[in-house]
């Protein structure tokens, strides 16, 4: 292959950390970035190769950290900027690189910025955020999504304007138009990359340019403003403003979180000619579970493995030939991975655990994991609405209670929607708080921590969810065709299993993954059966192939080389 091609950032594998839940080493409950240092050769053990980390900048944690109130400092619970830079130099001592998350779409109201912002009209601050001065009237709608009255404009009576925040009442939005805002930025970007930090994911990135004649909103996006919100008129001028300005200037990797982005938009971003990101989120499959253009709402009928499988192929010929992928299956904004594609039954959890990890590692894409997910943690199903901290939890049954949404219906729904699924502690091990903390965690730990859903149990077990993770990377590291190959999707119809096929020069893989509960039997003709070599399996049981027929049993997954 063109070797110009080859980039560190598409041959890692990525494994994300929300920090408040990883590990507290000062007993507060809490997570912080000393407990990261100190779980730094678990991680290297994974072999993995690059640790997003959610914001571990000053906050007052409205949304846990993504409201920022001081991009160069470090959140005083997580701990000091010494415990950042000794865990910046504990990555580096074993080869692992740090990916930052950059939240630019809006601060926290308790940024400098905004609190001068907000005290005059005429304060050199105040064309930093979107303000509607009132005397023009009530603001057209915009949609927020954690506000209680899902009403993005607040009014501020200090200078009798309106403020704009997409997200919550302590989120507002800025304005990227003023050109000293995006210096501002650019600044901040700067400060971690002389630091020696490797790369950034982009929060809601393509929401940063506004019209800010802030129009009605289009009849079109009526239903659904997402998709308007994340098709600013100045966008694409901005992410390649930031690219010549700052991003080329480092060997760094960035990563887009771009909700409303869909193929027909995908390569204006990552087209390496337009020189703006590396690779970015979508989210095709957030949505298949969910109702509609409602993103935190579950749909009843659940969902297909064609339907998958469809967005899969569909992205995966996008970067066929320009740009780059990424793969993910969960992380802090969504449930567990293995409860959600997966099954977490006490029958099916460690075969589906295991398949899913044997999907995202032998797709084209960089793979990004999210931490638990290594050892197969599962949702948290919680029971009662105080068990709840998420913001978007909690404001979103403020709304629905006023449109009389039952509680019983709401966490219905919760249990498989939440975020807070995905916010319990790492479970280490089998003890109290599963070996996050001494003290009350802030947030519930999973009881199944005692079932075997822990490091150190998984640890001892050559068969564990957490030992198949590590075969599984070192796999997909030792075959570069797992990183490069050509994609060939292959049984487009099946409901019961994913096959494909991935080829590169010489090396050729066919990959074969059950998402059923049931065993399943197939035929391939187009592969010669003599010419397999089974390279893993996540089944104990017998390979069984005749002719040209498998029979795969529930949530096998096999990985042959076709010699
Ligand atoms: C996306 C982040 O992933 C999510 O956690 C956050 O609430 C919103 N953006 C707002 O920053």
């Avoid at 479970?427 to 802030?442: C, E, K, L, M, V």
Wanted: aromatic share 14%; glycine share 6%; proline share 4%.
């Amino acid at each position: 292959m063109d070797t110009t091609q080859r980039k560190w950032w598409k041959e890692g594998v990525v494994y994300q950390i929300y920090p408040r839940s990883f590990q507290d080493t000062n007993g507060n409950g809490i997570g912080d970035i000393n407990g990261i240092t100190q779980r730094l050769d678990h991680i290297q053990s994974l072999g993995v190769d690059i640790i997003w980390l959610c914001p571990v900048y000053e906050s007052p944690n409205d949304d846990n950290g993504y409201d920022i109130s001081d991009y160069k400092s470090i959140m005083a619970e997580f701990g000091s900027m010494e415990d950042f830079e000794a865990l910046l130099s504990g990555m580096k001592a074993r080869g692992l690189k740090l990916v930052m998350d950059l939240v630019a779409n809006h601060t926290s109201d308790e940024h400098h910025w905004f609190k001068e912002s907000k005290k005059s009209r005429d304060n050199k601050y105040r064309d930093y955020y979107h303000w509607w001065p009132a005397e023009k009237g009530t603001p057209p709608k915009r949609w927020s999504y954690f506000d209680v009255d899902g009403n993005a404009w607040k009014y501020d009576e200090q200078t009798d304007a309106y403020y704009l925040h997409y997200f919550s009442v302590k989120q507002p939005d800025l304005k990227w138009e003023n050109p000293k805002v995006r210096q501002e930025i650019y600044d901040v970007l700067r400060f971690w990359f002389d630091k020696g930090v490797d790369g950034f994911r982009m929060d809601v990135i393509p929401f940063i340019s506004k019209d800010i004649t802030y129009p009605e909103l289009p009849e079109e996006y009526k239903g659904n403003f997402i998709p308007f919100y994340s098709n600013g008129p100045r966008l694409h001028e901005f992410l390649h403003e930031m690219n010549k300005e700052v991003l080329s200037k480092y060997d760094i990797m960035t990563v887009g979180e771009t909700p409303g982005v869909n193929i027909d938009q995908a390569l204006k971003f990552v087209d390496e000619d337009r020189e703006e990101l590396n690779m970015f989120f979508h989210f095709d499959l957030m949505s298949l579970d969910r109702d509609g253009d409602e993103v935190f709402w579950m749909r009843d009928e659940p969902w297909k493995l064609t339907d998958f499988k469809g967005i899969f192929s569909k992205w995966d010929a996008v970067f066929a030939e320009k740009g780059w992928g990424s793969l993910f299956l969960s992380n802090h904004d969504f449930p567990r991975s293995v409860s959600r594609w997966g099954n977490d039954s006490e029958a099916h959890w460690h075969n589906s655990a295991t398949m899913l990890h044997t999907f995202l590692l032998t797709m084209r894409g960089t793979p990004y994991f999210y931490f638990g997910d290594e050892i197969g943690m599962t949702n948290a199903y919680f029971d009662t609405i105080d068990a709840y901290k998420d913001i978007n939890t909690v404001n979103r049954y403020a709304l629905l209670q006023q449109e009389g949404v039952a509680l019983e219906d709401f966490l219905d729904n919760e249990k498989d929607a939440a975020r807070d699924n995905a916010r319990t502690p790492m479970q280490w091990d089998s003890t109290r708080n599963a070996g996050f903390t001494t003290d009350n965690p802030w947030i519930g730990v999973n009881p199944n921590h005692k079932k075997g859903i822990n490091v150190a149990s998984q640890e001892k077990d050559e068969d564990s969810v957490l030992n198949y993770f590590r075969r599984m990377v070192q796999l997909r590291k030792s075959n570069l065709g797992l990183v490069y190959g050509a994609y060939q999707l292959l049984l487009e119809r099946n409901e019961q299993v994913y096959a494909y096929t991935r080829t590169h020069e010489n090396e050729s893989f066919l990959i074969l993954l059950s998402f059923s509960t049931e065993e399943a039997s197939v035929t391939l003709d187009e592969i010669e059966f003599d010419k397999l070599r089974l390279l893993i399996s996540n089944d104990a049981a017998e390979e069984e192939k005749t002719d040209s027929k498998f029979v795969v049993k529930p949530y096998q997954a096999m990985v042959y080389q076709i010699l």
